[in-house]
């Protein structure tokens, strides 16, 4: 069983910063792209910013120039540092892991969510 750890939410003034973590942990072959997703009350959750094991990355344009992702491979840990934070991003972030586990089978795992409050 593959389990996703995410920490790094809580509240901040817009303008500010947070770094969000994510580490995988359990039995498996390879950790494939890794990505944040975010949902705001009464929306849609959006896929934020993801990251290939080759290291491509790739952003939601309300992100880009403020968030970067980043990844550890030896740790099995993704990063989603979050600079400029406006009120709009407001929302519970989730990590979440496409996964080659033992039986050769790809699999996508989440995280329980992290809530992310920037106040205006």
């Known amino acids: 069983q593959v389990q996703l750890v995410e920490s790094g939410g809580g509240l901040v003034q817009a303008g500010g910063s947070l770094r969000l973590s994510c580490t995988a942990s359990?039995?498996?072959?390879?950790?494939?792209?890794m990505a944040w997703y975010r949902q705001a009350p009464g929306k849609q959750r959006e896929l934020v910013a993801m990251?290939?094991?080759?290291?491509?990355?790739s952003y939601v344009d309300s992100v880009k120039g403020r968030f970067t992702i980043s990844r550890d491979g030896a740790k099995n840990t993704v990063y989603l540092e979050m600079n400029s934070l406006k009120p709009e991003d407001t929302a519970v972030y989730y990590c979440n892991a496409n996964v080659q586990r033992l039986s050769g089978r790809h699999s996508d795992y989440w995280g329980q969510g992290t809530q992310v409050t920037v106040s205006s």
């Open positions: 990251t290939t094991s080759g290291g491509s990355t």
């Open positions: 359990g039995s498996m072959l390879n950790l494939n792209a």
